[in-house]
């Protein structure tokens, strides 16, 4: 079964993210880029399929020249091949854009299955998946905890409020992971040894038919403006026996902070 | 770590940009099993005194054991990745780095470098897949810096050895499968594979150590133990045969050295920033500044040392002394940055809740083996001056 696994290159989750001078962007300065965490999701349970099938796994990204090492990550991992759609613009446009390129590479790969995290951590958009279903007109799961493949078949289950929701579809199929999907695996250091004699095939926009104006930042949506959440004040510590500081906990979540 | 921000290394000169892809990776991979595996229990471990023996397989599958070694299942990286593992295995626990120093530079490396090819098709899978331990006997009781005066004996009867002595303070040994024990025989110094269970040879752990408390450290005894000729490495001829080993793990050392005094800066500098006495952080007094300075400097330094050592024995123009002379560094910073961090942490300091307590015992065990801060001395005095100073 081959399966492409869409990764996606962020600053890493840890990182202190200061707004740039230009109030646009994010100052790059010391940052550690990272794949984004959901990919690790998608990554490890396409690992599994193939491990249990047998087959191909994939990885693509849309993004920047330096996102070849967070696909370098993913062949370390034990993904067999790479495929990088190289453009700067990528990190600045849309998710329609991104998810353009990765139609256009799934068009030329035809994978039996497609894997995303919900989200890149950082833009949180979780547009990427859905509209990359729509665009190559196949089923399409979000945010899934549990995935089960049959003949031709995939059921996947997903969190809503309150409930568990069970889909069923027919395969090929785009399904976006969740956590607690899986525990994803370390790199081995032989396989990153084996990561560098890896294909990676780095390939331009135009080279895959794309249009270049749907690149430009801003091709859907324009970025206005960047700011940081407001600092947050000081926590209260509550004194006391354990059991009068329990109740005075239950007491501010439901009076001050209306959360209970 | 104790508050909580990740940690991402100290990194004050773009060392980073000196390393190639690949060994970043090798270093972060790492970096992000200490985090996740070995920090959560190590402190339970260092109380009660064991050797978190469950680390052993996953450290076998991410490649950590016998990493620099070609063949035999292993991952055969260059010698700065390797150096990268341990900075980073350190930065969790000295125990667990002198875990895969034991295994690799001591115990797969002579096998890869001496032993026979049945030795080590036998061996080197088993080692370097964890499910087989080794131990490196070179220690007595009666010497330690001078491992030229042993007096265990390894005396041929037919096509038999029988060996016999004690050696002590020996990492791993209650624990290993297979003891590389080094002799005395007619034809000077030699290497022999003493197997667990073989009649005659025994452990006893050394208790009561207040260093390294996460790993074993053994006396082994040897009494009359019978071995075929086949357990000999025929390679291994002459003292300088386990000397080479010991230039193999004291280069890992000095770079786990580094990883130990990155845990307790990281550890210091983020308490020093949130404690607050006289109404201001600590880290905002000039004295903890300077302390800070020190920890970052020195630690920079030694980064630059340990790379260039490393890119020197990739070349295969590394000598023992600057190994040497970077082991007693690392050592040298290490110490000083635990006890930097372990003044600045106040109270805090001595309680296993942070780490630096952990630490700062353990580098005195580090500082010790594998050629106290004395002996690299005076190997270094030697090369620089021509005369020699041990005796
Ligand atoms: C936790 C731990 C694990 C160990 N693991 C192993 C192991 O796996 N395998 C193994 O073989 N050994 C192991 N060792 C032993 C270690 O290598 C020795 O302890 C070390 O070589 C020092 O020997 P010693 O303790 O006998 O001290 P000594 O050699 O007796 O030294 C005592 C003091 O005298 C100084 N001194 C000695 N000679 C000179 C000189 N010529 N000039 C100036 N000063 C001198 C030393 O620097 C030291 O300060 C381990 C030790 C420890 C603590």
Sequence with gaps: ???????????????????????????????KWIVSPFDEYALEEALRIREARGGEVVVV????????????????????????????????????????????????????????????????????????????????AAAVTSLALGEGTFKARREIEGATEVLEGSLPAVVTCEKGLNEPRYASLKGIMAAKKKPLDVRKPEDLGLDPKDLREGSRVVWEALESPPPRGAGKVLKGEAADAARDLARLLREEAKVI | MGLGDAFSGVDLVEVEGLLTEEERMVRDTVREFVTGEVLPGIERHFREG?????????????????????????????????????????????????FVSVQSSLVMYPIHAYGSEEQKDRWLPALRAGEAIGCFGLTEPDH??????????????????????????????????????????????????????????????????????????????????????????????????????????RYGIAWGTIGLAMAVFDEALGYAKTRTQFGRPIASFQLQQRKLTWMATEITKSQLLNLQVGRLKDAGKAT????????????????????????????NGISDEYQTGRHFCNVEAVLTYEGTDDIHTLIVGESLTGLPAFS
């Design chain 1, 1 to 31: 079964m081959k399966i492409l696994v869409g990764i996606k290159h962020v600053p890493d989750t840890e990182a202190r993210i200061k707004v740039a001078s230009d109030g646009l962007r994010v100052d790059e300065t010391g940052i």
């Design chain 1, 61 to 140: 990204a849309a993004g920047r020249p330096e996102a070849q090492a967070s696909l370098r990550q993913g062949l370390a991992m034990g993904a067999d091949r790479a495929v990088l759609v190289e453009e700067e613009a990528y990190d600045r446009a849309d998710g329609l854009a991104r998810a353009r390129a990765l139609a256009a590479v799934a068009k030329a790969e035809s994978p039996e299955l497609i894997l995303l995290g919900k989200y890149g951590v950082g833009a949180d958009e979780g547009q990427t998946g859905p509209m990359l279903g729509e665009l190559l007109d196949l089923p399409h």
């Design chain 2, 50 to 98: 064991t050797f978190p023996l469950h680390l052993v397989r996953p450290m076998a599958d991410l490649g950590m054991l016998g990493a620099n070694l070609e063949g035999y299942g292993c991952a055969g990286l260059g010698n700065v990745a390797y150096g990268l593992i341990n900075q980073e295995i350190e930065r969790g626990d000295s125990g667990l780095r002198s």
């Design chain 2, 144 to 249: 330690g810096s001078d491992p030229g005066g042993m007096e265990t004996r390894a005396v041929r009867r037919g096509d038999r050895w029988i060996l016999n002595g004690a050696k002590a303070w020996i990492t791993n040994g209650s624990i290993a499968d297979v003891a590389v024990v080094w002799a005395r025989t007619d034809e000077g110094v030699r290497g022999f594979l003493v197997e667990r269970g073989t009649p005659g040879f025994t452990t006893r752990n050394h208790e009561g150590k207040f260093s390294l408390r996460a790993s074993v450290t053994s006396e082994l005894a040897l009494q009359d133990v019978e071995l075929p000729a086949s357990a000999m490495l025929p390679g291994a001829a002459g003292l300088r045969a386990p000397l080479s080993c010991l230039t193999q793990a």
């Design chain 2, 320 to 347: 023992y002394v600057q190994v040497s002379m970077a082991k007693m560094n690392g050592c040298r910073v290490a110490r000083e940055c635990a006890r930097f961090a372990r003044e600045m942490l106040g109270a």
